[in-house]
């Protein structure tokens, strides 16, 4: 039976990452992904993810956006492709709402270059936007987008070209601790390591039945419109953004990759799902929910239906990671729970995964994201 230094389980944002890093330390590593890479059956496809530096949900996470873009440079570099499109950002709502308020209170303590602007100045120098006067935006000229399937390409091709094993269409069936590491089972074959990386996304749960109420999959829809004045959502001149109105808050980018202008809504009509059995259909409800905020904020953009994809958030109690090691076996460590808001640091993430599997103190205030925040023995 094969025997590695690590495996990583889930081969999607997180675990390309981790594999990628440990395998560029000279780690014997191995993959195991239950679908194909790419696939679209998790959380990552759909082309892009927004990246921010300004960062409302919590300012903890700024130093690790750092870390994120460099990584993302880096990988670029080694890939010969480009992964990061910036585009600037808008994170704007009432003035008092946490996604402007957060926003600007990240970018003033750590000194983020930004701009405040009102309603009507967006809607000037953005014309794809229709906002009304009185919303308060956070303009970041650093914000833009990951190309979120061709990064989960490039970190697990590159992983390979240092050596790392890679098994797609193995689904980890189960596993237990054996010694100080652990033994892995697929349906055809066993593995043994001396560490186990779980980045399983909307799976994670059924990896770590201990994960189960503190990961929680969700189903989300994205839409694709047809611009009505695609001149006004090219990348160029439509930064990405962050909104929260009375409808709810909302997330969008300008046309690439694929047409159509791309929206979508945080935790959409509130469906939480069993990731083997979420409803991947897409019902006349799920285009409404998006539709009423394209008629409003960007009627520019209601034109047609171009495309909409099903696709899952993980959820934690409080919507932050979960990055540490297991509670009971310290040759596990854990990537799980993005809330929505992850792949932006899968570069990093990747990075510290690859510390706490080889002994190494990630240089990050983690505090954050430790799992026993949740309570003792979670
Ligand atoms: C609609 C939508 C929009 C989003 N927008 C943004 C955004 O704008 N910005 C942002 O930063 N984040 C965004 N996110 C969140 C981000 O995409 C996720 O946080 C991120 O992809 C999570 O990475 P992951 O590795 O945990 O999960 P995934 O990327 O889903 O990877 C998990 C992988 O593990 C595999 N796996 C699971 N179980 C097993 C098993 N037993 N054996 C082997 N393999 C297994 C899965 O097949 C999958 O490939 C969005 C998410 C969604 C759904």
Not at 206 to 224: N, S
Request: glycine fraction near 10%; charged fraction near 25%.
């Amino acid at each position: 039976m094969a025997h590695y230094d690590a495996i990583v389980l889930g081969l999607g944002g997180m675990g390309s990452a981790a594999l990628y890093h440990l395998a560029a330390r000279g780690m014997r590593v191995l993959g195991l992904e239950r679908y194909d890479i790419p696939n679209d059956m998790g959380s990552y496809h759909g082309v892009n993810r927004i990246i921010r530096l300004a960062y409302w949900e919590h300012p903890a996470y700024v130093p690790l956006l750092h870390r994120a873009y460099e990584l993302w440079r880096r990988l670029e570099l080694e890939a010969g492709e480009q992964v990061l499109v910036i585009t600037g950002g808008l994170d704007f709502g009432p003035e008092d709402s946490p996604t402007f308020a957060g926003a600007l209170r990240s970018a003033r303590e750590y000194h983020i270059q930004h701009e405040v602007l009102d309603g009507d100045a967006v809607n000037r120098r953005f014309p794809g936007y229709r906002l009304p006067s009185d919303m308060r935006a956070l303009y970041q000229p650093d914000a833009g987008f990951v190309m979120s399937e061709r990064a989960v390409v490039a970190y697990v091709d590159r992983a390979m070209a240092h050596g790392a094993d890679v098994r797609a269409r193995s689904a980890v069936i189960g596993w237990e601790p054996e010694g100080a590491g652990v033994r892995v089972h697929t349906e055809r074959e066993s593995f043994t390591a001396d560490r186990l990386v779980v980045a399983a996304g909307a799976w994670a749960g059924r990896v770590l039945p201990e994960l189960r109420d503190l990961a929680v999959p969700e189903r989300q829809v994205l839409i694709w419109t047809r611009p009505l004045r695609p001149e006004y959502f090219r990348a160029d001149r439509f930064p990405v953004f962050n909104m929260e109105g009375p409808e709810g808050r909302f997330y969008g980018f300008p046309e690439y990759g694929i047409p159509g202008f791309k929206l979508g809504k945080y935790h959409h009509r509130g469906e939480v799902t069993d990731p083997d059995a979420v409803d991947r259909d897409i019902h006349p409800e799920d285009e409404e929910v998006l539709r009423e905020a394209i008629r409003r904020y960007f009627p520019d953009a209601d034109g047609a239906t171009l495309s909409m994809k099903t696709c899952m958030f993980t959820n934690t109690p409080d919507e932050h990671f979960i990055l540490d090691r297991h509670p009971r076996y310290p040759q596990v460590s854990i990537a799980a729970g993005f809330s929505g808001h992850g792949f932006k640091f899968c570069s990093v993430v990747g990075e510290i995964m690859a510390d706490l599997a080889m002994d190494r103190t990630p240089p990050f205030d983690l505090s954050l994201f430790r799992i026993d925040r949740f309570g003792a023995g979670a």
